[in-house]
């Protein structure tokens, strides 16, 4: 089987091996691959493992030998779904491999907005404390977590996990969901509707996926019902936030800040209003990038390939 990947880089800058795939095929590993380079690379592919590269149907359609592709993250969205069906053409992706890394970084971003680290550390590097008459200062606010309500915006296994991280924080936790099971047994968990959610929470974390009635939901209608003071943290979908809207919300000081792991385009261009707007910290999608998660993306990777080899395909996407 010729096994081709378009994109390895983001997943694979050396750190780790390939070696498990190449146990499956002929393996072509590319560390990135421009669009109009993917159908000279894939021609002779029979399973095609690719992150972000957009595999239209105008492209799945010159990929004759094709039978398989791979998402190699748990979003497909450049994979034409409609032209792999009437191709013939396998998809699976991997559902889950980085909930405790997100789950992390959410906590790593709501941190640094109560106590900015980064800030005092910068501050205490460029003397300020040695100048400082007293023992101990502050140059932003300091919040406490404890007693505060998260509101957690999809239910699935990371927001669990961070709802889980939460409580042993001393937080109270709501949750919107459209399938509302397994309901956990916290002191003070409930459910509620996003509107109420937005009204209620000090800290809104999103965690819910890209649909056509999620796009745009944090826009200047929802950010308005947030309580002054309330943070908002996106570690899920950047096209969930109207990003000019979030950005008027922080630079009036209607929020008291708010930290996005993801943006509407990745990279962003320059002028991407967060980027420039007040109290927000903006990461380059890295809560999934541990090497732990990595690790287990991989594994996963190959698993669903073997499996499809073995003709018992896994973890299908239609």
């Known amino acids: 089987m010729k096994i081709v990947i378009l994109d390895g880089h983001a997943i694979n800058p050396g750190d780790l091996s390939w070696d498990a795939l190449r146990s499956l095929g002929s393996l072509q590993v590319f560390d990135r691959t421009p669009e109009t380079a993917i159908v000279t690379r894939a021609l002779e592919a029979e399973a095609l493992l690719t992150t972000r590269a957009p595999l239209s149907a105008h492209t799945l359609m010159q990929l004759g030998h094709l039978r398989y592709v791979g998402a190699m993250f748990t979003g497909y969205d450049e994979i034409d779904l409609k032209a792999a069906r009437e191709r013939n053409i396998l998809v699976t992706n991997v559902p889950t491999y980085g909930t405790a890394s997100v789950a992390q970084l959410v906590f790593a971003l709501l941190l640094e907005l109560c106590h900015h680290v980064a800030l005092h550390n910068a501050a205490t590097h460029a003397g300020e404390w040695s100048r400082s008459p007293d023992f101990s200062f502050w140059k932003a606010p300091l919040i406490e977590l404890q007693g505060t309500t998260m509101g957690i915006v999809g239910f699935g296994r990371i927001g669990r996990r961070v709802a889980e991280i939460a409580v042993a924080m001393g937080m109270c936790v709501i949750a919107a969901d459209a399938g509302r099971t397994d309901t956990p047994q916290w002191p003070g968990f409930r459910w509620c509707e996003v509107d109420e959610l937005m ?33 908002l943290i996106n570690t899920s979908r950047g096209p969930l936030v109207v990003e000019q809207d979030l950005a008027d919300a922080l630079n009036q000081g209607r929020l008291a800040g708010a930290a996005v792991d993801v943006l509407s385009g990745e990279p962003p261009s320059l002028d991407n209003p967060l980027l420039s707007a007040r109290n927000c910290i903006v990461t380059p999608h890295i809560a999934w990038a541990t090497k732990e998660a990595r690790t287990r993306l991989i594994e996963a990777v190959v698993a669903n390939l073997r499996a499809f080899v073995e003709g018992r395909p896994v973890n299908v996407v239609d």
Request: proline content about 9%; charged content about 10%; hydrophobic content about 35%.
């Open 199 to 231: 009204t209620t929470a000090d800290v809104v974390s999103l965690h819910c996926p890209l649909l056509p009635q999620t796009r745009g939901m944090i826009n200047a209608t929802s950010l308005s019902k947030m309580k002054p003071g309330s943070f």
